[in-house]
């Protein structure tokens, strides 16, 4: 036994021999590696700022370069004696009180952080002195590990050899981030101020300061303001118990209202709405420092040809309907197959003050009728409906939450039975209503979220008019759930970045494909059919919808004519369309079939050049089944007065069709409101005027009905489109 424990403790010893000669070696070894790697890069001043600011490159899907961010080589450069005192002591105050007095490392300040970093766990502070930090920005990267942090202590250290305390001072405030695109004093107070570093105020020359731990969460143009003004106290307390101060300047400097100026970021103008989104994605992964730092190119999802057409086709419609009170509209062209964003308008003009550099694509917007399809679907999934369903057009008024509601269609009218293919075809309100009354807004709400729309929150917030576009939805998420439908109900998360590569071409990251199955195929395939049937809407819209190949397509037009949409896709392609005003002023009349589709048709036509035709193929679970005109039930016999309609499977009519004989059929009635659509017998309950609508999963049952004469759809326009 005491054998056994001396031949353990001789081999736990022996290890922790090779662990201390193994760390001794790292020790030795890391300077020396470190010393020859950045050996050049320490020559100069102008080395050691310019290692690492090469900004960001947005490249299309070619490798094409579109747009630029952050351009931090263009930076200008002043010597220590025009940057004012004051923002000298701020700084030091601020970052590093014992700057004139340490080695380049302050022993204090590694005590304290390593005392932190073994609380929390992690590596989060990194008690870094100024030349430290000039070290981390200039030469090294924002990773923190011991070894990244070991570098820095030995840079800093070579750096103090080198250079004195003023010379790395001044390279320090001429390179640190303050925000907005802004690297070193001269550049921020341009950009923050309007006026040269020597001329800032201390008031100013502090809230400079304050931005520091933060740039894009503290700056006072862009960021928390209130945040930035309560570290500005803090550093000015700090000026004046060091003495760098007096107590009667920080109260001047506290009573200071700086004159701001968003002098906006002097970038190109192609594609910034789909820009900034990009720049957002990658600040919300990498942080806005280091990629403003790091020599970023990004390979996007843009087709930049795409871009441009979109762009100009949406300025010219929104000038055409500019007599009709329209001051701006937006586009986002989704890939069904992968979620990539091909081509993004989020205004007609970036540089208009008012409205510019709004991303309505990104703005949530009520979407009218645009949302019918996501609660039908639903209702088709739970087998409430099919699309000869029969729903009743005709008044009906609903209590639900102590809310009395009587919808309207869009033109007053009612046209009594309705199959569904037809109410949803000609987005007629009432019937859409009906569905949502029996399905309820909870599973309304849950599919919504299914198909990424991220928008609509607590079910309790909204009514029965949410069918009808009550609630607000995004352009970029709705279209997207749109482009689902489209592939076969397998939804893409949209997506604009391919691949970021660093300053060596280094691939940092891939995207991949994450698909997921949230609606059923033979679902999907329902809303395709019934919004490309080209036939069944023209009771409603005419040809104002159709363009040369087989599209499913969709409008959306809000009360008072706030917003009208056009959300239409094939299998391979999907657009959707928002025109309007930002401030939500009503346009004269303008329906989403009169002032979105048109960008629609057009984007669609155009983007689909050269491309083979594709349909949408029906799945193994759709059974395709043709029925009599007469009485909508399954044709047993070979006959002309037939149609083919289409259901999942085990929902399809069960009853033979009785042909009725030459002399019984009537002649068709072009009064299409009086004249009832085929149905297999199915309807769903009618909600009496007094009932209060409560959510359920029940399956609509089959109800007997007489045999009914029922005669084809016919083509007909009408004037006033949705």
């Known amino acids: 036994m005491k054998r056994w424990f001396y031949r ?114 992690e590596l989060k502070s990194g008690g870094s002195t100024i030349t430290q930090q000039l070290v981390k920005n200039a030469l090294l990267n924002s990773r923190k590990d011991f070894l990244r942090k070991y570098q820095e202590l030995v840079l800093a250290q070579e750096i103090e050899r080198r250079y004195s305390k003023n010379e790395i001072l001044e390279m320090y405030l001429n390179s640190v981030y303050f925000g907005e695109g802004a690297f070193g004093a001269e550049d921020a107070s341009l950009r923050y101020f309007r006026k040269h570093a020597k001329d800032l105020t201390l008031g100013e020359a502090s809230l400079l300061i304050a931005v520091l731990p933060s740039p894009s969460k503290l700056s006072p143009i862009s960021g928390n303001i209130e945040q930035a003004k309560k570290r500005q106290k803090i550093i000015l307390e700090k000026m004046v118990n060091f003495g760098f101060i007096a107590k009667e300047n920080m109260e001047q400097a506290l009573a200071e209202t700086p004159t701001l100026y968003d002098v906006g970021d002097g970038l190109n103008i192609f594609g910034p709405h789909f820009a900034m989104m990009v720049r957002d994605e990658l600040m919300k992964q990498y942080g806005e420092e280091r990629i403003a730092r790091y020599g970023f190119k990004v390979k996007t999802t843009l087709k930049s040809d795409w871009q441009e057409f979109a762009q100009d086709t949406v300025e010219r419609q929104v000038q055409t309907l500019a007599r009709n009170g329209v001051t701006n509209g937006a586009t986002v062209v989704v890939d069904p197959k992968t979620g990539e964003i091909l081509a993004m308008v989020g205004s007609i003009n970036w540089q208009n003050a008012s409205f510019g550099r709004v991303n309505v694509a990104l703005a949530p917007r009520q979407p009218g009728s645009a949302f019918k399809p996501i609660v039908y679907s639903k209702a088709l999934e739970e087998r409430l409906i099919t699309p000869v369903s029969i729903l009743k057009d005709e008044p009906t008024t609903y209590r639900f939450d102590s809310q009395v509601y009587t919808p309207q269609n869009y033109d007053r009218r009612f046209r009594g039975r309705v199959t569904v293919r037809r109410a949803l075809a000609n987005s007629l309100n009432v019937p859409s209503v009906a569905v949502l009354a029996k399905l309820g807004v909870p599973k309304a709400i849950e599919q919504a979220k299914l198909l990424g729309i991220e928008t609509l929150q607590n079910p309790s917030s909204y009514g029965l008019s949410l069918v009808l576009g009550a609630g607000e939805v995004k352009l970029v998420e709705l279209t997207n759930a749109y482009a689902t439908f489209a592939n076969k109900g397998i939804y893409n998360k949209p997506v604009s970045i391919l691949e970021i590569f660093d300053k060596q071409n280094n ?59 056009t959300i239409g896709y094939t299998p391979s392609l999907a657009v959707g369309v928002w025109v309007g005003n930002n401030d939500g002023k009503p346009m004269d009349s303008v329906a989403g079939s009169l002032g979105a589709a048109p960008i629609w048709r057009q984007l669609m036509e155009r983007f689909l050049q050269e491309t083979p035709i594709e349909r949408f193929e029906k799945p193994s679970n759709i059974v395709a089944t043709s029925l009599c005109f007469q009485n909508g039930r399954i044709v047993s016999v070979s006959t002309m007065s037939a149609r083919l309609e289409y259901f999942l499977e085990g929902t399809e009519p069960k009853k033979a069709c009785v042909l009725a004989t030459p002399s019984q059929t009537q002649t068709p009635s072009p009064n299409l409101s009086a004249t009832p659509l085929p149905t297999d017998g199915t309807t769903i309950p009618t909600i009496s005027p007094a009932q209060t609508p409560k959510p359920t999963t029940e399956t609509a049952k089959p109800t007997p009905k007489k045999p009914r004469i029922q005669h084809p759809v016919l083509s007909v326009t009408i004037t006033v489109p949705q």
Do not use: C
């Open 507 to 565: 691939v940092i990251f891939k995207h991949k494909n994450n698909p997921q199955a949230v609606v059923d195929e033979g679902i999907a395939f329902l809303v395709s059919s019934i919004l490309s049937d080209n036939n069944a809407r023209q009771e409603v819209f005419g040809n104002a919808l159709t363009i040369s190949r087989p599209a499913a397509v969709k409008t959306g037009t809000t009360e008072n004519y706030k917003d009208a949409w």
């Open 8 to 121: 353990i403790f001789t081999i736990r010893k022996s290890e922790v021999v090779v662990v201390l000669l193994g760390m001794t070696g790292l020790i030795l070894v890391i300077p020396v590696f470190t010393y020859a790697y950045f050996i050049n890069d320490l020559t100069t001043k102008d080395s050691i700022m310019n290692r690492n600011d090469t900004g960001v490159v947005l490249l299309d899907r070619n490798n094409k370069p579109f747009f630029t961010l952050f351009d931090a080589k263009h930076k200008q450069y002043v010597s220590l004696s025009d940057i004012p005192e004051t923002l000298q002591f701020a700084v030091i105050a601020s970052e590093d009180k014992e700057f004139y007095n340490h080695p380049g490392f302050s022993i204090r300040g590694i005590v304290r952080s390593v005392v932190v970093n073994l609380q929390s766990g």
